[in-house]
Nanobody, 112 residues
Framework: QVQLAESGGGLVQAGGSLRLSCAAS????????MAWFRQAPGKEREFVAR???????RYADSVKGRFTISRDNAMNTLFLQMNNLKFEDTAVYYC??????WGQGTQVTVSS
C-alpha cells in the first residue's frame, strides 16, 4: 500500500524558515514525480514545487528563490525547505506522488 505522510509544519514568524518532510512507503520516491501543493482557507489547492525522476525541478513563481524541493533516496523522503516565509504562504501543504497519491497535509502558519 502506497502512503505519504507529511510532517514539519508549524507556526513561524514572517521571514523565518521551515522544512517539511514527506515520508513515502510502498513506492520509491526516486522513480516518480513528487510534488508539493498547498491550500489556503477559501482557496483552491495550488502547485508549489515538483521534482521528477530525473531530478528536474520546477517551482511556482510565488515561491521561486525561497523554497527548495529535494529528496533523500535512502530515507525515501521528500523535503520542502521554505525560507523567508511570508504571511501569504500560510496554508495546508500536501505532498503528492504523480498527483494520484496524496498525503494528509501539514499546516504551515506564518504570522506577520
Amino acid at each position: 500500500q502506497v502512503q505519504l505522510a507529511e510532517s514539519g509544519g508549524g507556526l513561524v514568524q514572517a521571514g523565518g524558515s521551515l522544512r517539511l518532510s514527506c515520508a513515502a512507503s510502498g513506492i520509491p520516491v526516486t522513480t516518480n514525480t513528487m510534488a508539493w501543493f498547498r491550500q489556503a482557507p477559501g482557496k483552491e489547492r495550488e502547485f508549489v514545487a515538483r521534482i521528477s525522476a530525473n531530478t528536474f525541478t520546477r517551482y511556482a513563481d510565488s515561491v521561486k528563490g525561497r523554497f527548495t524541493i529535494s529528496r533523500d533516496n535512502a530515507m525515501n523522503t521528500l523535503f520542502l525547505q521554505m525560507n523567508n516565509l511570508k504571511f501569504e504562504d500560510t496554508a495546508v501543504y500536501y505532498c503528492t506522488l504523480n498527483q494520484i497519491i496524496w498525503g494528509q497535509g501539514t499546516q504551515v502558519t506564518v504570522s506577520s
